[in-house]
């Protein structure tokens, strides 16, 4: 069985979208900045590399805010693989694709591994990744790490309890100094201790 890995850009300062995020921004004002990088997304350096993991899981394992704000990825995230929703509240009607949905952190992260199989699961959201962590079912962390302050916005790890969990560094890529500052980002995975 695969790994539950959350997999989020951020700023330096901890952001993963700028302030006033909404349907028609769904990064905020200035969030985008923080996907500069993807631009590289085909080159066989780091980038590359990051982006041909992200697209090689299994499932994908959303919070219902992230799920919203990318407008449901039109029911496919990448490759047709199933999409978990946490959720508080299940929206009646049909959704788009393989979209399921679970009102519970251990629920959503069952069916998510089961329908990944042998294949890792990626986690996006900031609630999603920390309803997890807070369970004991989140096993690593891909933060893509981008040389910017954004001073405000929405922050990945804001509603964590003040409780320390620790973590080992397992990888850390850079790509070549020459690429443009806008360009640039640090890809750091790290693996979740288990108490």
Do not use: C
């Amino acid at each position: 069985m695969g790994s539950i890995r959350l997999d989020m850009t951020m700023s330096l300062d901890g952001f993963i979208a700028g302030p006033d995020d909404n349907r028609q921004a769904p990064l905020g004002d200035g969030g985008f900045r923080l996907f500069n990088w993807l631009d590289r997304r085909n080159d066989p350096g780091p980038n590359g590399q990051m982006y041909a993991e992200a697209m090689a899981t299994g499932a994908l394992l959303s919070g219902r805010r992230t799920y919203e704000l990318a407008d449901h990825w039109q029911g496919d995230h990448h490759n047709g693989v199933p999409i978990v929703v946490l959720t508080h509240d299940v929206p009646e009607g049909p959704q788009p694709g393989s979209v399921r949905f679970a009102t519970d952190p251990q629920a959503a992260a069952d069916q998510a591994r089961v329908v990944a199989g042998d294949l890792d699961v990626m986690v996006h959201g900031a609630a999603a990744g920390q309803a997890l962590l807070r369970i004991g079912q989140l096993d690593q962390l891909e933060l893509h790490v981008v040389p910017v302050l954004l001073g405000k916005g929405r922050r990945l790890f804001d509603g964590l309890p003040a409780a320390q969990i620790e973590l080992d560094l397992v990888r850390q890529l850079t790509g070549p100094p020459t690429d443009p500052p806008e360009q640039q980002v640090m890809h750091l995975r790290y693996l979740v201790h288990r108490s």
